[in-house]
């Protein structure tokens, strides 16, 4: 346990749990023998002793809020709970100075009042002056929740200044102390203002500087404006076409996120909020360069992973174009990985993997896939380029082709 050595060295006196179920099963807590049982079986689960019986009171027999109070003495403290009707849901504060596992309180609540969702603020009550490392819970940190399903996950403390469910996705922006803003869908992070610009650089750069013309882009998903700004630094490029299915995620990136969504103001540039799919059907022979910057290959964002996706950008490509997709991390992701480039090699000639350091992604890095129906990548990474770069130069795009031996295999 996270806190047993504070507790052994005396720095650390005790801890308040507050806990906070949403949504829990009406019945539960309405009935003053579940909630007894709920603070016996709780005492026994955490091997805390109880002193006295359980006490429970009746309390605002109002219209807005009534429901049980309890109270318990235990060890060195007390439990203190709160049910309320009206919402289903209770809250509920453990105090004691025995060391004991607050997240272990919350799951048994969760689980004993059938609660949908729930919270945790911990408190600890310790020698004046001494700062104890910081836990996370869920009330000021984010976590990648695509990763906790896992068992791993990128935590990141921040506060959220954005949320909005869109038709196709929840959208999230959080103010971090560590990484400046985040953007956020469907609780796996897109992009910090404090990497996103090697993200940005190696999905387009690589494929800028190998193309020797490319004048006609299109960009599928990236409406946060991140690829869009890295490819207006290539003064070849005469038509950028940004065909993103969610308007939701440019808005809130023009109010939130300026830093790319500078990205989004080129004269060059035309966003079409469609479906990429249908956008597609529609386009042949057309583009030197296609850019999926997609989410990752779960929910609405797996299409873009398909047989069926590849063939039509095949098709809107022009003899000698190319594509490059955002191609999930090779660390955490091989099997994926693997099934997805025999995908794309049954349709382009020409395949290889590449990636970039990114901190704030699972590993630290993403892959890039880089189909091609003429040209090789690394025969190329010396033009000159307008504007500032921060992360891609011609070294590196030589390097970022290299691959560790286990991924060699699978590519
Ligand atoms: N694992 C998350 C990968 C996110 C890729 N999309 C980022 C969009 C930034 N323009």
């Not at 583009?287 to 098709?315: M, R």
């Not at 030589?398 to 286990?406: G, Q």
Request: aromatic fraction near 14%; glycine fraction near 6%.
């Amino acid at each position: 346990m996270q806190f047993a050595d504070e507790f052994k060295k005396g720095r650390m006196w005790g801890m308040l749990s507050s806990i906070d179920l949403f949504e829990c099963n009406p019945k539960k807590i309405r009935s003053e023998q579940d909630i007894k049982e709920y603070v016996k079986e709780l005492c026994k689960k955490i091997d805390m002793k109880r002193f006295g019986e359980t006490v429970t009171v009746r309390f605002g027999e109002d219209e807005r809020v009534s429901g049980y109070s309890m109270t318990q003495l235990i060890e060195t403290s007390l439990i203190s709970g709160h049910f309320a009707e009206q919402t289903n849901t209770a809250y509920i504060d453990v105090f004691s100075c025995k060391q004991y596992n607050p997240k272990e309180v919350e799951k048994f609540s969760k689980k004993f009042f059938e609660a949908k969702k729930s919270e945790i603020n911990i408190t600890y009550r310790k020698m004046p002056g001494k700062n104890l490392p910081e836990i996370p819970n869920s009330a000021n940190w984010f976590f990648e929740t695509l990763e906790t399903e896992k068992g791993r996950s990128v935590g990141i403390k921040g506060k959220k200044i954005y949320s909005n469910q869109s038709p196709f996705q929840n959208i999230e922006v959080y103010k971090t102390k560590p990484f400046g803003r985040m953007l956020a869908l469907d609780g796996t992070i897109q992009l910090t203002e404090f990497d996103e610009f090697a993200y940005h650089e190696m999905i387009v750069h690589p494929a800028l500087t190998t193309h020797p013309k490319p004048e006609k882009i299109l960009i599928i998903g990236g409406a946060d404006g991140g690829t869009a700004r890295e490819i207006e630094k290539h003064k070849q490029v005469k038509e950028i076409h940004l065909c993103d299915l969610d308007k939701e995620v440019g808005n809130a990136s023009k109010k939130f996120l300026p830093f790319v969504a500078k990205g989004l103001k080129d004269k060059r540039l035309t966003v079409f909020n469609e479906d990429g799919f249908k956008f597609l059907k529609n386009k042949k022979n057309y583009y030197d360069i296609i850019i999926v910057d997609s989410t990752d290959p779960v929910g609405p964002g797996k299409i873009l992973f398909s047989s069926k996706f590849y063939k039509l950008v095949f098709n809107a490509l022009k003899k000698d174009g190319l594509m490059v997709n955002q191609f999930e991390t090779f660390y955490y992701m091989k099997k994926t990985i693997k099934g997805i480039t025999k995908t794309i090699k049954k349709i382009f000639p020409k395949f290889w993997y590449y990636y970039a350091l990114v901190p704030t992604y699972p590993s630290g890095s993403i892959g890039f896939g880089f189909a091609s129906k003429k040209y090789n990548p690394l025969n190329a990474g010396t033009k000159k380029l307008k504007g500032n770069l921060k992360y891609y130069s011609k070294e590196i795009h030589k390097a970022a082709f290299v691959l560790p031996k286990f991924m060699e295999k699978v590519i």
